[in-house]
């Protein structure tokens, strides 16, 4: 029985942290989006191991410049209630695109990560800016391109 192969846990002191930069110009929403869960979970790792935080930092930048398929320009609607009868609202994304072009982004890899202690520690590790300037030039992030159609 020493032919029997085990599956190898990182640990914590382990882990290899990077930052990647993301420009969001012209990327669908949803494909760049589900590319940046992957990346910030660390399934795109090797060792990758469920119960770590193995994820890399991911700057995004252009959000407001990213691109919707099909109607969802016209059509797309957030939801929000502010837990008080008849205080239900619905916000078209062209508005929200307008006032707060991170929120889009986010919102959309928020839903992919697990909505765990855990997820919500992946998810600061997610930085959006809806210009094309960062302030993270010091950790000099590797520029890589996802959600292209």
């Known amino acids: ?7 190898y846990s990182m640990k914590a002191g ?3 942290k ?10 669908v929403l949803g494909r760049l989006a589900s590319e940046i869960a992957v990346i910030l979970r660390g399934k795109n790792k090797p060792g990758f191991t469920p119960h ?5 930092h991911v700057i995004v930048i252009n959000a407001e410049k990213v691109m919707l398929t099909g109607n969802k320009s016209e059509d797309k609607d957030y939801f929000s209630h502010s837990h008080y009868p008849g205080g239900i609202k619905f916000t078209n994304i062209k ?9 889009v982004i986010s919102h959309a890899v928020k839903g992919m990560l697990p909505k765990t202690k855990l997820g919500r520690q992946q998810f600061n590790n997610l930085k959006i800016y ?12 590797e520029v890589i391109k996802l959600g292209q159609k």
């Open 1 to 7: 029985m020493s032919d029997v192969q085990k599956t």
């Open 14 to 16: 382990e882990i290899d």
């Open 52 to 56: 770590l935080d193995m994820g890399d």
């Open 95 to 103: 508005k929200i695109m307008k006032e707060k072009p991170e929120f």
């Open 130 to 141: 809806a210009g094309s300037e960062h302030p993270h030039k010091a950790q000099m992030p």
């Open 18 to 27: 990077k930052w990647f930069l993301v420009d969001a110009q012209d990327a």
